[in-house]
């Protein structure tokens, strides 16, 4: 048996590991610093009122990918859940994605959707060309009005920074649509495990080939005896940040428990001046139970010092100047060495996009090992 060490026991690890055990020929362990597995995917129920919560923000599965679609049902049973986020701006209400109604409720109008794709089309301003920040991005896609009143403060108190400063990128993961379709996802296959995603990846890590340790921080002197290492935890933190740290957010919540019905949703966004970027209401996330309390988490967002967790890479000029020095230094290290996920490769990924590259990493893994 090879031995093959993980690292992290997120979603990334769950899949790398149970892909090279289900191969036959490898002993993996994976270690995890927090006290559970699941990673930022955690789920755990509140031990006052029995919801299942979605310990580090709402997460809805959601792929394109048959394939993707099927391996996480192998694992756990999925119930489609549609994400139906709503969005209070400084003129109200409204639904999130900016869709039809959206357009026509915050204009007062009753257009069709030609006619609004028209409207929208005079609104937007024109950069030479490719707009090259999600601020031009957004001008360029739905004009400065709607910038103003659904994107820009959000932004602003969601990435710590200018929207100028921020990759296009950014703004075309939300759609635009000229439709009253009012999904936040556009994908074939959308849902939610039925006990969790933390459930669905202990079975995951459910295979005689596999030990999984918690509590257990990553030493560099525990690689001696492994054939091959994946490594999920921040790139910068395993070079000891020795060319600088690479810029990430942090979220943080403030839970609170209530009677009845909170929000009357699973998500509300702020965008308008306030200090919290979003509110979620977990019951909703598992509309197949009934509670009669509820658990709300208002969500802030702020700069990671290194006590803090990493969430989102930012990605600006600098940090990828950073991410370079790091990738060029883990090239020294590979194949041996596979630097994998969200943090190790200091990505802004969902989770169909990790299910996919890990099948692919544990993939080339096998071939190269
Ligand atoms: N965004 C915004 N207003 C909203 C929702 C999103 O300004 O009501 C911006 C924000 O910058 C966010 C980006 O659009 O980071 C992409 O949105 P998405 O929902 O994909 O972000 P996530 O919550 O996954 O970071």
Redesign the pocket.
């Known amino acids: 048996m090879k031995k093959i060490l993980i690292v992290g026991a997120g979603l990334t690890g769950c899949v790398v590991a149970r892909e090279l055990a289900e191969y036959g020929g490898y002993s993996i362990d994976v270690i995890e610093l927090r006290p559970h597995i699941g990673g930022n995917c955690h789920t755990e129920r509140c031990p006052d009122t029995g919801i299942m919560q979605h310990i580090h923000g709402p997460h809805i599965f959601h792929t394109n990918n048959k394939e993707a679609w099927e391996y996480v049902n192998k694992f756990a049973e999925f119930i489609p859940f549609i994400n139906r986020?709503m969005?209070t701006t400084s003129a109200g209400i409204f639904s999130?994605p900016i869709n039809l109604l959206t357009i026509n409720q915050y204009f007062r109008r009753k257009m069709s959707p030609s006619e609004a794709k028209d409207f929208l089309a005079s609104q937007c301003i024109k950069f030479e060309g490719e707009p090259n920040n999600?601020e031009e991005q957004a001008l360029a896609t739905i004009g400065p009005d709607l910038y103003e009143n659904?994107?820009?403060s959000?932004?602003v108190k969601?990435?710590g920074c200018q929207?100028d400063a921020?990759s296009a990128e950014?703004?075309k993961?939300?759609p635009i649509r000229y439709t009253y379709d009012d999904n936040?996802f556009t994908d074939a296959y959308q849902g939610i495990p039925k006990f969790g995603y933390t459930e669905m990846m202990g079975r995951m890590l459910d295979h005689t080939n596999i030990k999984v340790a918690v509590n257990t921080p990553f030493d560099h002197s525990i690689v001696k005896g492994y054939y091959s290492i994946v490594y999920t935890g921040s790139i910068d933190k395993y070079f000891d940040y020795q060319y600088g740290r690479l810029g990430y957010r942090t979220v943080y919540f403030k839970k609170r428990i209530a009677e009845g019905n909170y929000l009357g949703n699973g998500v509300m966004?702020f965008?308008e001046d306030s200090l919290h970027t979003r509110i979620h209401e977990h019951k909703w996330f598992s509309p197949w139970e009934r509670h009669e309390s509820t658990v709300v988490f208002t969500e802030f967002s702020k700069e990671t010092s290194v006590i803090d967790t990493p969430y989102?890479p930012k990605r600006l000029a600098n940090d990828l100047a950073i991410l370079q020095l790091y990738n060029d230094l883990a090239k020294t290290l590979y194949p041996r060495m596979r630097f994998a996920g969200r943090l190790g490769t200091y990505r802004?990924v969902?989770m169909h996009e990790v299910v996919d590259s890990s099948i692919a990493l544990a993939r080339s893994l096998r071939r190269n090992l």
């Open positions: 986020v969005a999130m999600f659904f994107f820009k959000y932004t969601q990435w929207p921020l950014i703004f993961r939300i936040y966004n965008c989102y802004y969902s």
